[in-house]
């Protein structure tokens, strides 16, 4: 068989493993996880875990989002170590790991959720928390059952186009449409403290938000965002939300098509991916328990425009919940691409 090949160098800090150095790797040759981080067999204790759920079965239109978390992997190799705008070390201030992918039944729905949900309470049993890469946005629903198992009702900051509060499609109850209506069914959301960001295009009828206002969610619609900004926005997430469990859904097509193109159910009238990351940069301070990225669909994705959002968008949740950096123990500036 050969000398098996020596392992890849990788910062270090303390007992926490890091990203491959890439002052001594290319980022074209290093290992296909997110960021190039290490796999669980590498580290000790996990403070965040990385999974990925590549299954699109629920979705209503454009599919190929079950090619999305290696897409978003892929795309994820210029992330670098320091985030200067969070003050932040999102790979040095915590143990991060990429454990793989869950597997889900490709034909069969009910399923796949449920065996994503177990394979989510067994992520949840080795790390505090989860970030999930997507897959649709059906998986929503499997994570939060996860989350719930461990603490209780949890608050749902969700980023999306789209409600995602429908109640069935083709009599099927779960899609990529429905996942916060099951949830909100099921018992497993805080329905004092669920929002959406982002909202816009057109609707089945009126009454489709005052269904969604009955389950407990409160809209800041792309107009709004318009009149009160970036910092009003975040001003009223955080009065929403304040020290709740939250779990943090981005389906990335709450991204204007300009700034997304590659995703299953396209809205003109979006965010610009500045606007996403500075809200998402923003969750700091509030309790987040755990996040998905959902709706990456690589087909549609020229120059990997969607999939590079995409990894900014993990790379700002992943820096919001590290440490804010000590320079007494963070390793100083290294030169290099």
């Known amino acids: 068989m050969g000398t098996p090949l020596p ?6 800090l303390d007992d926490v493993v890091g990203q491959v150095d890439f002052t001594q790797v290319p980022r074209f040759a290093g290992p296909t996880t997110f960021a190039s981080l290490p796999r669980p067999y590498e580290t000790g204790d996990l403070d965040v875990a990385v999974v990925g759920v590549p299954f699109d079965a629920g979705v209503s239109y454009r599919p190929g989002a079950r090619f999305g978390p290696q897409h978003i992997r892929l795309a994820s190799r210029l992330l670098r170590p320091y985030n200067p705008e969070a003050d932040a070390w999102p790979f040095l201030g915590q143990q991060v790991a990429d454990l793989g992918d869950i597997t889900a ?7 796949a959720v449920t065996a ?8 949840l049993e080795r790390a505090g928390k989860i970030l999930v890469l997507g897959g649709d946005h059906t998986i929503a629903l499997p994570v939060l059952r996860a989350l719930h198992a461990r603490h209780g009702p949890v608050s749902v900051l969700h980023f999306d186009a789209h409600l995602d509060t429908w109640d069935t499609y083709f009599n099927s109850p779960y899609l990529h449409g429905t996942p916060f209506r099951r949830a909100a069914e099921e018992g497993l959301l805080d329905p004092e403290g669920c929002m959406h960001v982002g909202i816009r295009g057109g609707l089945y009828g009126p009454g489709d938000m005052d269904h969604d206002r009955a389950l407990g969610f ?15 926005t975040v001003e009223r997430v955080h009065a929403r939300l304040g020290d709740r469990p939250v779990y943090v859904s981005v389906d990335i097509d709450v991204l204007d098509p300009a700034f997304a193109p590659g995703t299953g159910t396209p809205e003109s009238g979006g965010l610009t991916s500045r606007e996403l990351l500075m809200m998402l940069r923003a969750t700091r301070g509030l309790n987040v328990v755990g996040a998905d990225i959902v709706e990456v669909s690589p087909a549609y994705d020229h120059a990997e425009i969607t999939g590079v959002a995409a990894a900014h968008v993990g790379y700002e949740l992943l820096s919001a919940w590290a440490p804010r950096s000590d320079p007494a123990r963070m390793p100083g500036s290294t030169r290099g691409a």
């Open 7 to 12: 392992p890849q160098p990788r910062a270090r």
């Open 116 to 123: 994503v949900e177990h394979g989510a309470r067994g992520v």
């Open 105 to 111: 039944h490709p034909y069969d729905i009910p399923a």
């Open 218 to 232: 409160v809209p800041v619609r792309c107009e709004e965002i318009e009149d009160i900004g970036v910092r009003g």
